[in-house]
Nanobody
Framework: QVQLAESGGGLVQPGGSLRLSCAAS????????VDWYRQAPGKQRELVAR???????NYGDSVKGRFTISRDNAKNTVFLQMNSLKPEDTATYYC?????????WGQGTQVTVSS
């Protein structure tokens, strides 16, 4: 089974940037997609960004133009570059990796945007 390790979260001021990483350990054959979700207390989980195995990307409306999802296939790692952060971006961010025979979730990394 593939295990995911997220990192890169932290406390940042409004307007700042963070780069999250989702590193997968284990063998992965034919990635279908990797998603970044976030969930704030009392709110529903929200899809933030998606990257398909083809490289095509999708973004939630609230982050378009500010967040960028990318990947390093050689390192089985997906990144989420977050710029122009707002207080409403505060949440726990999770990655979900879907491949043939794999549907794994990370433990989450906390992002707090506050002055």
């Amino acid at each position: 089974q593939v295990q995911l390790a997220e990192s890169g979260g932290g406390l940042v001021q409004p307007g700042g940037s963070l780069r999250l990483s989702c590193a997968a350990s284990g063998s992965i054959f034919r990635t279908i997609k990797v998603d970044w979700y976030r969930q704030a207390p009392g709110k529903q989980r929200e899809l933030v960004a998606r990257i398909f195995g083809s490289g095509t990307t999708n973004y939630g409306d609230s982050v378009k133009g500010r967040f960028t999802i990318s990947r390093d296939n050689a390192k089985n790692t997906v990144f989420l570059q977050m710029n122009s952060l707002k207080p409403e971006d505060t949440a726990t961010y999770y990655c979900n990796w879907v491949a043939w025979g794999i549907d794994s979730w990370g433990q989450g990394t906390q992002v707090t945007v506050s002055s």
